[in-house]
T-cell receptor, first 112, second 110 residues
Framework: DAGVTQSPTHLIKTRGQQVTLRCSPK?????VSWYQQALGQGPQFIFQ???????QRGNFPDRFSGHQFPNYSSELNVNALLLGDSALYLC???????????FGPGTRLTVT | TQLLEQSPQFLSIQEGENLTVYCNSS?????LQWYRQEPGEGPVLLVT?????EVKKLKRLTFQFGDARKDSSLHITAAQPGDTGLYLC??????????FGSGTRLQVQP
């Protein structure tokens, strides 16, 4: 059983560009959450998707948006990239009603 | 914002030593999770503590939840190089949206 997978592994973008990151949850998991982890910091909650809708959102601007597909996979989109968006972006999945979350290895985004 | 403060920020010790890391908050929380994150990987859940005063053991790791449910500690006995990593505490702010501390980076030298 594959765990949470994310693509791409690494990405380099220029300021002002747009980026899309992808996440496939663990089999049987229907809830996907996205986190941003800056260097030397703990992860910060961006938003969570359940039943193809954004269920809750952290303190991130509207430049950050997402989507969940019928197969529960998810995308994170960031528009008008800033240097400060450089971070490790983590996806976590969990089954409905369960407490534990399982994290993917992350996508390292560098904005130059 | 109910912050989680972790200390120390960085710890470098020799193999075989014992250590304790701390997670503190000014607010009461209903439960707390501890994660370990290794370079290039996502955090991995170690334990969830729920009851004030609760103690849980995972091999050489001992987790304690404070009686007032405002603090928690992680004690590692006879640390090994494989224990190297970033130790994060986190609380669930609702429906599995986690708030993390900034972590303790542990390096165990052989």
């Amino acid at each position: 059983d594959a765990g949470v997978t994310q693509s791409p592994t690494h990405l380099i973008k220029t300021r002002g560009q747009q980026v899309t990151l992808r996440c496939s949850p663990k089999s049987g998991h229907d809830t996907v959450s996205w986190y941003q982890q800056a260097l030397g910091q703990g992860p910060q909650f961006i938003f969570q998707y359940y039943e193809e809708e954004e269920r809750q959102r952290g303190n991130f601007p509207d430049r950050f948006s997402g989507h969940q597909f019928p197969n529960y996979s998810s995308e994170l989109n960031v528009n008008a990239l800033l240097l400060g968006d450089s971070a490790l972006y983590l996806c976590a999945s969990s089954p409905s009603g369960a407490f534990e979350q399982y994290f993917g290895p992350g996508t390292r985004l560098t904005v130059t | 914002t109910q912050l989680l403060e972790q200390s120390p920020q960085f710890l470098s010790i020799q193999e075989g030593e014992n250590l304790t890391v701390y997670c503190n908050s000014s607010s009461v929380f209903s439960s707390l999770q501890w994660y370990r994150q290794e370079p290039g990987e996502g955090p991995v859940l170690l334990v969830t503590v729920v009851t004030g005063g609760e103690v849980k053991k995972l091999k050489r790791l001992t987790f304690q939840f404070g009686d007032a449910r405002k603090d928690s500690s992680l004690h590692i006995t006879a640390a090994q190089p494989g224990d190297t990593g970033l130790y994060l505490c986190a609380r669930d702010t609702g429906r599995r949206a986690l708030t993390f501390g900034s972590g303790t980076r542990l390096q165990v030298q052989p």
